[in-house]
């Protein structure tokens, strides 16, 4: 089947034709997909499929389809220091790009039902934080996950600024859904066949928007245990930060404003990468189809595949030979950090213990 959007190469190839599809309308959603590339979330071996419009399963382990990741960041409207609860965090590939967004103040949480798979996801961001350039770019909101059924958080849980639930909720679970939200905050999720926006505008007021027709598979509903009740599942708490961390997010974020203006000072340009040219996208689609407990877009009827056009010869060589003279360094925090004069100790911890 195909995808809303034709197969990227890459991670920026598929962000580019999410982008023209208008799936991805906004810059900080851009540079959250850019910064995150899809394909470390595989496994080994089926990484060829990570950049098609696809959603994939493997196990317990599930990614939904690039688009539907889109559509959700966008219809979130996530700011620096909101609260956000994933529900059904999976992978944690959508918490890891919501904490570029929310920054060092705010919360991340995600409840997921596997504990195999949390495990996975505890993998997974421990890898961005020790081996992604992308870690040192932005300001960043680590997740916490826990395993148990979003159905059974705890009734004295504390509310959010952000949720998203990413399996169909039935119409009898909606309102336990919309107690999760802060009054101002936005709830994204699938009811009845339909991606919903859900606004709290008061104590007990809401406004809903469907952004997307889709077919997810339904919420597990909670085991109960030998007195007849579901066991309820506690979120992570909402910890204070100590003023040890404090400190280094702010002595690396004062750095990194400094590498800024030395740059701008410099006339170096902060440009982004070319990108090849196109003469038309596919269309985007509104249905999509839950087949193998795998969500994926319907194909279009028309079989026309879109058209690349490589930039002009001479340009690309010209641009080779440029990129080969300015060879900036890979991680210019880093090396900032690493000739300050403090101890090696203090250095690891400026750096979250990073080796590279």
């Not at 148990?148 to 952000?162: K, T, V, W």
């Not at 709830?187 to 406004?207: A, C, F, H, K, S």
């Not at 595949?305 to 001479?314: H, Q, R």
Request: glycine share 8%; aromatic share 8%; with cysteine.
């Amino acid at each position: 089947m195909g995808g809303a959007v034709s197969a990227g190469e890459d991670n920026d190839d598929l962000i580019d034709n999410l982008k023209e599809a208008q799936y991805i309308r906004t810059e900080r959603v851009e540079q959250a997909f850019r910064a995150i590339d899809r394909g470390d979330y595989y496994l080994e071996g089926y990484r060829d499929n990570a950049y098609k419009d696809l959603a994939w399963k493997h196990g317990n382990i599930h990614l939904s389809a690039p688009c539907i990741y889109s559509e959700v960041m966008e219809a979130l409207k996530l700011q620096p220091g909101l609260s956000f609860l994933n529900l059904g965090s999976g992978t944690g590939y959508l918490s890891t790009m919501v904490g570029l967004i929310l920054g060092p103040f705010g919360i991340n949480h995600g409840i997921e039902l596997h504990s195999d798979v949390v495990e996975y996801a505890k993998e997974k961001l421990e890898s961005f934080i020790k081996n992604s350039d992308s870690f040192d770019k932005f300001e960043f909101c680590e997740p916490a996950f826990v395993v148990g059924n979003c159905l059974q958080i705890a009734s004295d849980s504390h509310q959010y600024d952000r949720v998203y639930c990413g399996a169909g909720v039935q119409k009898d679970h909606e309102h336990y859904m919309k107690i999760l939200l802060k009054v101002g905050g936005i709830l994204v999720m699938p009811v009845e066949d339909q991606l919903t926006q859900i606004m709290r505008t008061g104590q007990n007021t809401w406004e809903s928007k469907n952004i997307l027709a889709v077919s997810f598979a339904p919420l597990v509903q909670p085991s109960k245990n030998d007195s007849g009740k579901p066991d309820s599942v506690g979120l992570p708490p909402c910890a204070v930060r100590n003023l040890q961390d404090l400190a280094r997010i702010y002595i690396r974020r004062t750095l990194r404003n400094f590498i800024n203006d030395e740059m701008q000072a410099k006339g170096v340009p902060q440009r982004a990468p070319p990108k090849r040219k196109r003469k038309r996208v596919k269309q985007r689609i509104n249905t999509y189809v839950f087949v193998g407990n795998q969500l994926i877009p319907q194909p279009l009827d028309s079989e026309e595949e879109e058209k690349m056009e490589e930039d002009n010869a001479g340009e690309e060589t010209g641009r080779g030979a440029a990129r080969e003279q300015e060879t900036p360094p890979q991680n210019l925090l880093r090396e900032k950090i690493m000739r300050l004069p403090l101890p090696e100790a203090l250095k690891a911890y400026l750096t979250y213990f990073r080796e590279k």
